[in-house]
């Protein structure tokens, strides 16, 4: 094993650590991506849905007769005839005992259950027709009575959306560690706050979009899918369909945007596929954005009772709290929609060394847009509510919000460590990431400013947000449960005969850089320049089979499955140098593409050379040799259940007392991802996801009213984050590897949108502190921030 | 009206320059631009993002002008000269725009990206030396969900400076 004594830092002409640009990025600036909607296939045919009108409604029956007459319309088609082709399906996993939810189908049966339901499907030969005939459907429907509000769904008084399940509870978690009500007692202060995550969704500027293209004449299936996950795609359409998985092919090019939105199992896509099924032509669906706005998932919608006890010394002694959270109407396949609330129960209060936690949350149906996972899943509430806490805690007992930081957080020699909900941490930085950060933003400096500026009248506040993330999920987040959701990956790496090498991986890239993150990888592990390197994601029957992208798993698992394959290679690549050069491999290596003698790094052979020899002229290599020049290594953490990251946030803002508008001044950020592959990549992973958080802290917000209508499903009614209104926000980072692989690197997605709500959150209380109000509620709209000040 | 009326709306003929290639088509009158653009030429490197004038990832150049592809139909672009982002990268004026988005990694998906550099061609022709804030705002009708914009502002920030130098020396 020649590499056995370098680490990858050590080889020479390492991409590890380098912020390299995307080689895919160059193409995405000219215009050259291929997003669904740009894929064309012979004899398209494209779909349109009516969509219920009402939150909860029977279908007593359709008219057809115009729509069908219409021009252009090749079917006009019912949820009970799909139901024929395309079995329903159920959101729920094993590991979430009681857990329950009802069937659903691609298209509604007899029931629409949101504002926004397929109930009817319109096949024409292009998107304008299909809609035009849509607008003729007359849908008999009866308005059914509607539970839209989350803290009165379990009232007996509410109706039960699915009669048969008993009630509108989907699951409940309870948790007591420790003896809460003792450290409640003795308590120098317990502070206690009822917190409000409004409900947002992920706004990918790519819509929803899947091309569907059933080939009868070898009965196979090819789907071109904006999505995240392609072989759970595979298995889900196989195995709901009816069909052989080797016969459906699940090809994810060009992503925009995917944030979570994209990994979940949508009736409209899995219509699209049924209807090419059914009609043996290919099928189109793009949502347009006013679908997009009450079909795709929606997050969060939590409202969080919690009270903490903090002795007069600052230390956090005990957590309580109490999540309640609204999911639509069936849990969501095949990852459920129990999983963010039960993040929310395993990750609060977990900075601190607190070992006294009682927590219950409760999972409500209702009638609105199906909720699940979406970027930072549980983090968020998690975040705010332990730091809302903590700060409350701080003020009661006049201690400044960074010491009482420093004095709870789990020390960084304290490790591996449990915190008090169960979760396992292998290695954390709170300490470090702590004083990093204050000394980044000049803390003190900042608290000077905020006072001198106070006695001019100006609000301005600063708030911290400690966070943990979860990272590189093993099979305890899913497969467990009896989800066919991978949590292995593989990657497959080829010499080609002129030296270049050929990867194929089952991570995919929505643009978090994932293809160029293996490149790096590969290209370091072979020894050969990046350009050589050709990374394939993204398409079933090419990449070896893996989860695809969510959880930030791609560079942390993907990353480590790229770097054993890579370290394979190579030992292959040098044993057939070896033979031809009559060297001991282990005196060999592979620099720049060239087999050098490792010593003195004296170019033996080009790569080139060697695969001419291996490809074409093997005859010359003796008959013992036979040159495995493609190799397959897989990886999945097996020693921890996640790798916990950790790190922190602070926001500094001025808030116009008179308007309620907030103005964001800066944001930082201190994380700790383990090894940092690309730093570029890392720190724009982080911005992006801070601004995201900000956009759930301030502006987004999916608003209904009592009858479970989406009052602002448009893109001017939906407020995201704008350029105008985002600060300049500095990253930095604290490098604790993790010991589960080789590489050390954890996952970055998500670490931005965990901390980001909190920070800003708490900073507007800091500023109104002097104010005696505070807000307790996301998106904090100015309206928020002027009822908190009593103005209206 | 009925389906058959609406569907069977005549065709107009449009004449139009793309990209510097003069243009005749057949169009139905509710045709946007982008989807013209998109469907019947094939420059699908602008995207359609909300189809109601917000978003900005259809804006493209009509007689040199930054416009929304979705609000505007493709019988008013008759007599335009349209420059899409495919035009763009052909003549080679914004690639200097184009690589500082590619180093400084300021896109992520890249659904966004085509309209944005539209805005940003603008901005630069018309505030050569545009402040950070200046740049913020100039964009801010361009949506982007993976950056948060900071790379983006970068990236044009660089190019102004590096325009402004070779103007210098030139």
């Given at each position: 094993?020649?590499?056995?004594?370098?680490?990858?830092?050590?080889?020479?002409?390492?991409?590890?650590?380098?912020?390299?640009?995307?080689?895919?990025?160059?193409?995405?600036?000219?215009?050259?991506?291929?997003?669904?909607?740009?894929?064309?296939?012979?004899?398209?045919?494209?779909?349109?849905?009516?969509?219920?009108?009402?939150?909860?409604?029977?279908?007593?029956?359709?008219d057809?007769?115009?729509?069908?007459?219409?021009?252009?319309?090749?079917?006009?088609?019912?949820?009970?005839?799909?139901?024929?082709?395309?079995?329903?399906?159920?959101g729920?996993?094993?590991?979430?005992?009681?857990?329950?939810?009802?069937?659903?189908?691609?298209?509604?049966?007899?029931?629409?259950?949101w504002?926004?339901?397929?109930i009817?499907?319109?096949?024409?030969?292009?998107?304008?027709?299909?809609?035009?005939?849509?607008a003729?459907?007359?849908?008999r429907?009866?308005?059914?009575?509607?539970?839209?509000?989350?803290?009165?769904?379990?009232?007996?008084?509410?109706?039960?959306?699915?009669?048969?399940?008993?009630?509108?509870?989907?699951?409940?978690?309870?948790?007591?560690?420790?003896?809460?009500?003792?450290?409640?007692?003795?308590?120098a202060?317990?502070?206690?706050?009822?917190?409000?995550?409004?409900?947002?969704?992920?706004?990918?500027?790519?819509?929803?979009?899947?091309?569907?293209?059933?080939?009868?004449?070898e009965?196979?299936?090819?789907?071109?899918?904006?999505f995240?996950?392609?072989?759970?795609?595979?298995?889900?359409?196989?195995?709901?369909?009816?069909?052989?998985?080797?016969?459906v092919?699940?090809?994810?090019?060009?992503v925009?945007?995917?944030?979570?939105?994209?990994?979940?199992?949508?009736?409209?896509?899995?219509?699209?596929?049924?209807?090419?099924?059914?009609?043996?032509r290919?099928?189109?669906?793009?949502?347009?954005?006013?679908?997009?706005?009450?079909?795709?998932?929606?997050?969060?919608?939590?409202?969080?009772?919690?009270?903490?006890a903090?002795?007069?010394?600052?230390?956090?002694?005990?957590?309580e709290m109490?999540?309640?959270?609204?999911?639509?109407?069936?849990?969501?396949?095949?990852?459920?929609?129990?999983?963010?609330a039960n993040?929310?129960?395993n990750?609060?209060?977990?900075?601190?060394?607190?070992?006294?936690?009682?927590?219950?949350?409760?999972?409500?149906?209702?009638?609105?847009?199906?909720?699940?996972?979406?970027?930072?899943?549980g983090?968020?509430i998690?975040?705010?509510v332990?730091?809302?806490?903590?700060?409350?805690?701080?003020?009661?007992?006049?201690?400044?919000?960074?010491?009482?930081?420093?004095?709870?957080?789990?020390?960084?020699?304290?490790?591996?460590?449990?915190?008090?909900?169960?979760?396992?941490?292998e290695?954390?930085?709170?300490?470090?990431?702590?004083?990093k950060?204050?000394?980044?933003?000049?803390?003190?400096?900042l608290?000077?400013?905020?006072?001198?500026?106070?006695?001019k009248?100006?609000y301005?506040?600063?708030?911290?947000a400690?966070?943990?993330?979860?990272?590189?999920?093993?099979?305890?987040?899913?497969?467990?449960?009896?989800?066919?959701?991978?949590?292995?990956?593989?990657?497959?790496l080829?010499?080609?005969?002129?030296?270049?090498?050929?990867?194929?991986?089952?991570?995919?890239?929505?643009?978090?850089?994932?293809?160029?993150?293996?490149?790096?990888?590969?290209?370091?592990?072979?020894?050969?320049?990046?350009?050589?390197?050709?990374?394939?994601?993204?398409?079933?029957?090419?990449?070896?089979?893996?989860?695809?992208?969510?959880?930030?798993?791609?560079?942390?698992?993907?990353?480590?499955?790229?770097?054993?394959?890579?370290?394979?290679?190579?030992?292959?690549?040098?044993?057939?140098?070896?033979?031809?050069l009559?060297a001991?491999?282990?005196?060999?290596?592979?620099?720049?593409?060239?087999?050098?003698d490792?010593?003195?790094?004296?170019?033996?052979?080009t790569?080139?050379?060697?695969?001419?020899?291996?490809y074409?002229?093997?005859?010359?290599?003796?008959?013992?040799?036979?040159?495995?020049?493609?190799?397959?290594?897989?990886?999945?953490?097996?020693?921890?259940?996640?790798?916990?990251?950790?790190?922190?946030?602070?926001?500094?803002?001025?808030?116009?007392?008179?308007?309620?508008?907030?103005?964001?001044?800066?944001?930082?950020?201190?994380e700790?991802?383990?090894?940092?592959?690309?730093?570029?990549?890392?720190?724009?992973?982080?911005?992006?996801?801070?601004?995201?958080?900000?956009?759930?802290?301030?502006?987004?917000?999916?608003?209904?009213?009592?009858?479970?209508?989406?009052l602002?499903?448009?893109?001017?009614?939906?407020?995201?984050?704008?350029?105008?209104?985002?600060?300049d926000?500095?990253?930095?980072?604290?490098v604790?590897?993790?010991?589960?692989?080789?590489?050390?690197?954890?996952?970055?997605?998500?670490?931005?949108?965990?901390?980001?709500?909190?920070?800003?959150?708490?900073?507007?209380?800091d500023?109104?502190?002097?104010?005696?109000?505070?807000?307790?509620?996301?998106?904090?709209?100015?309206?928020?921030?002027?009822?908190?000040l009593?103005?209206? | 009206?009925?389906?058959?009326?609406?569907?069977?709306?005549?065709?107009?003929?449009?004449?139009?320059?793309?990209?510097?290639?003069?243009?005749?088509?057949?169009?139905?009158?509710?045709?946007?631009?982008?989807?013209y653009?998109?469907?019947?030429?094939?420059?699908?490197?602008?995207?359609?993002?909300?189809?109601?004038?917000?978003?900005?990832?259809?804006?493209?150049?009509?007689?040199?002008?930054?416009?929304?592809?979705?609000?505007?139909?493709?019988?008013?672009?008759?007599?335009?000269?349209?420059?899409?982002?495919?035009?763009?990268?052909?003549?080679?004026?914004?690639?200097?725009?184009?690589?500082?988005?590619?180093?400084?990694?300021?896109?992520?998906?890249?659904?966004?990206?085509?309209?944005?550099?539209?805005?940003?061609t603008?901005?630069?022709?018309?505030?050569?030396?545009?402040?950070?804030?200046?740049?913020?705002?100039?964009?801010?009708?361009?949506y982007?969900?993976?950056?948060?914009?900071?790379?983006?502002?970068?990236?044009?920030?660089?190019?102004?400076?590096?325009?402004?130098?070779?103007?210098?020396?030139?």
């Open positions: 094993m020649t590499d056995s004594a370098l680490s990858f830092l050590d080889r020479p002409n390492s991409y590890i650590g380098r912020s390299v640009p995307r080689p895919n990025a160059r193409r995405l600036v000219q215009g050259r991506g291929i997003y669904v909607d740009d894929v064309m296939v012979p004899r398209l045919l494209h779909v349109a849905f009516l969509r219920s009108p009402y939150a909860h409604a029977r279908i007593l029956g359709f057809l007769t115009d729509a069908k007459a219409a021009a252009g319309v090749m079917a006009v088609v019912t949820g009970a005839e799909l139901a024929t082709i395309c079995t329903p399906w159920v729920v996993l094993g590991h979430f005992k009681g857990l329950k939810s009802a069937p659903q189908h691609a298209i509604a049966v007899d029931r629409a259950c504002v926004g339901e397929a009817c499907a319109v096949v024409a030969t292009t998107r304008a027709e299909a809609e035009d005939a849509v003729l459907i007359e849908a429907l009866e308005s059914l009575p509607v539970t839209a509000i989350s803290e009165t769904a379990l009232d007996a008084a509410t109706p039960v959306i699915h009669p048969f399940l008993g009630d509108n509870l989907a699951f409940e978690r309870v948790l007591d560690v420790g003896d809460v009500d003792s450290a409640f007692r003795e308590a202060a317990v502070v206690e706050e009822t917190f409000h995550i409004g409900r947002h969704t992920g706004v990918t500027l790519e819509p929803r979009s899947i091309l569907a293209d059933w080939n009868d004449s009965g196979k299936m090819t789907i071109h899918h904006s995240q996950a392609p072989h759970m795609m595979q298995d889900i359409v196989s195995r709901h369909l009816g069909l052989a998985e080797s016969d092919r699940v090809i994810c090019k060009d925009g945007g995917s944030f979570g939105i994209k990994v979940h199992i949508y009736p409209d896509e899995m219509a699209t596929v049924a209807l090419s099924r059914m009609l043996k290919p099928v189109k669906f793009v949502a347009d954005r006013l679908e997009s706005f009450v079909t795709d998932i929606h997050a969060r919608d939590h409202r969080v009772h919690a009270k903490m903090v002795t007069s010394d600052g230390t956090i002694t005990a957590i109490d999540d309640l959270t609204g999911i639509g109407p069936y849990s969501v396949y095949p990852r459920t929609s129990a999983v963010e993040q929310v129960v990750l609060t209060g977990g900075p601190y060394r607190h070992q006294n936690y009682r927590a219950r949350a409760r999972v409500v149906f209702q009638n609105k847009t199906p909720m699940c996972q979406y970027r930072a899943v983090h968020p998690a975040v705010m332990t730091e809302g806490l903590v700060d409350l805690a701080a003020a009661a007992i006049k201690m400044d919000p960074a010491e009482i930081r420093r004095r709870n957080v789990i020390r960084d020699d304290a490790h591996p460590s449990v915190a008090a909900s169960g979760i396992r941490f290695k954390l930085s709170h300490q470090q990431s702590l004083e950060l204050l000394s980044m933003m000049d803390y003190h400096g608290r000077r400013e905020q006072a001198e500026l106070r006695e009248g100006i301005r506040g600063i708030g911290l400690t966070f943990i993330e979860i990272t590189n999920p093993s099979a305890a987040f899913y497969g467990v449960g009896g989800a066919r959701i991978s949590a292995q990956d593989g990657c497959t080829r010499l080609n005969p002129q030296g270049g090498v050929v990867a194929s991986i089952g991570v995919t890239e929505q643009g978090q850089g994932t293809e160029s993150i293996i490149a790096q990888v590969v290209a370091t592990a072979v020894g050969v320049p990046m350009a050589d390197v050709r990374v394939i994601t993204g398409d079933t029957d090419t990449t070896p089979y893996g989860g695809g992208t969510w959880a930030c798993r791609a560079a942390g698992i993907g990353g480590e499955a790229a770097w054993q394959s890579g370290k394979a290679l190579r030992e292959n690549i040098l044993e057939v140098a070896g033979t031809i009559q001991e491999p282990s005196l060999l290596d592979i620099r720049k593409g060239q087999i050098v490792s010593a003195t790094g004296l170019e033996r052979m790569l080139a050379e060697l695969g001419r020899i291996a074409f002229r093997p005859d010359t290599l003796p008959a013992d040799m036979k040159p495995e020049l493609v190799v397959t290594r897989h990886y999945v953490p097996k020693d921890y259940p996640f790798a916990f990251t950790n790190g922190i946030q602070a926001s500094y803002l001025e808030v116009d007392t008179q308007t309620g508008f907030v103005t964001l001044l800066k944001h930082w950020c201190v700790d991802c383990g090894t940092v592959l690309n730093p570029q990549l890392v720190d724009e992973q982080v911005r992006g996801g801070i601004v995201q958080g900000i956009g759930a802290a301030l502006f987004e917000e999916c608003r209904y009213d009592a009858e479970g209508q989406m602002n499903g448009n893109m001017a009614d939906y407020l995201v984050p704008m350029a105008a209104e985002m600060p926000i500095d990253v930095a980072h604290v604790t590897p993790t010991a589960s692989s080789e590489l050390g690197a954890k996952g970055a997605g998500e670490a931005g949108t965990a901390g980001a709500p909190a920070a800003v959150i708490n900073a507007i209380n500023a109104l502190a002097p104010l005696k109000t505070r807000v307790n509620r996301q998106p904090a709209t100015p309206q928020v921030i002027l009822q908190a009593g103005y209206i | 009206m009925s389906a058959t009326a609406r569907i069977s709306s005549p065709l107009h003929t449009i004449a139009l320059n793309v990209n510097g290639t003069a243009v005749t088509s057949h169009v139905k009158a509710r045709v946007h631009l982008i989807d653009l998109r469907e019947d030429l094939q420059l699908n490197g602008s995207h359609v993002g909300c189809e109601h004038g917000v978003c900005g990832a259809c804006t493209v150049r009509v007689d040199g002008v930054a416009v929304r592809g979705c609000l505007m139909l493709a019988v008013q672009a008759d007599g335009c000269h349209v420059e899409t982002i495919e035009g763009l990268t052909e003549g080679g004026t914004i690639s200097d725009l184009q690589e500082a988005f590619v180093s400084r990694n300021s896109l992520q998906c890249g659904f966004c990206t085509a309209g944005m550099l539209v805005t940003c603008e901005l630069l022709e018309t505030n050569p030396q545009p402040s950070r804030e200046e740049i913020r705002a100039a964009i801010s009708g361009n982007c969900r993976c950056t948060g914009y900071q790379a983006i502002v970068d990236a044009v920030d660089r190019v102004a400076r590096e325009r402004k130098a070779k103007r210098g020396v030139s």
